[in-house]
């Protein structure tokens, strides 16, 4: 019942499971049905609360605040209490937002990385430049994104977020730009003699 709670199973639900557990201890077996809805609900809390630690570690490679990272503890350790807190609509989409940001920091390092050309800065600073959106200048752990209109929208310095103006339509971006790195990146990787990722392939931050 702990885990149904924690999952927010509304209270039929949860006295469906009382009924359950009581004729189990009188000797009936589970039925196929109630083996089954334990397994799946055993299988969802237990992937919450994997991403809830994975959300911390996200949280703490951003650079969020020590406040911040004992907030996401406390709402992990409340998830998992013999009296269970079930996550709010709050938590669940703050948790996304940072997973989203996160990924947009991974996709423009890798940006650099294989299609990024040297500036000729002394730091060996790169520059990618997308025809519709986007251009990320930089290197690894210290770059800009920059959108063609709205300017500055994301600052990582010594690998941490330093300023964050990201929108729904940028993440929805650069999943797709992630996956379209992927496959170039497989492409080249099965390229005769190991071939390179080409600066000219269908990588324009386009939608």
């Not at 992630?178 to 000219?200: M, V």
Request: overall charge neutral; proline content about 3%; glycine content about 6%.
């Amino acid at each position: 019942m702990r885990i149904a709670k924690a999952l927010s199973k509304p209270e039929s639900y949860i006295n469906r499971i009382t009924e359950v557990v009581t004729a189990f201890k009188t000797g009936q077996p589970l039925s196929e049905k109630a083996t089954t809805a334990m397994r799946s609900d055993h299988d969802t809390y237990k992937q919450s609360m994997d991403s809830l630690w994975n959300w911390h570690s996200t949280a703490n490679t951003l650079g969020k605040s020590s406040q911040y990272l004992g907030r996401i503890s406390e709402v992990a350790l409340a998830f998992n209490a013999d009296k269970p807190s079930p996550l709010s609509a709050e938590a669940v989409a703050t948790m996304q937002r940072d997973r989203n940001v996160y990924q947009v920091v991974d996709t423009s390092q890798k940006v650099l990385q294989h299609l990024g050309k040297p500036t000729g800065n002394a730091n060996g600073e790169l520059l990618f430049r997308g025809k519709n959106f986007y251009q990320v200048q930089g290197v690894q752990s210290d770059f800009k994104l920059d959108c063609h209109e709205r300017g500055l929208i994301l600052e990582v310095s010594q690998g941490r977020v330093q300023k964050s103006n990201l929108a729904n339509d940028d993440f929805e971006r650069f999943r797709v730009l992630e996956q379209k790195l992927e496959a170039d990146i497989g492409k080249s990787r099965e390229a005769p003699l190991g071939g390179k990722l080409s600066r000219d392939c269908d990588l324009e931050f386009s939608s």
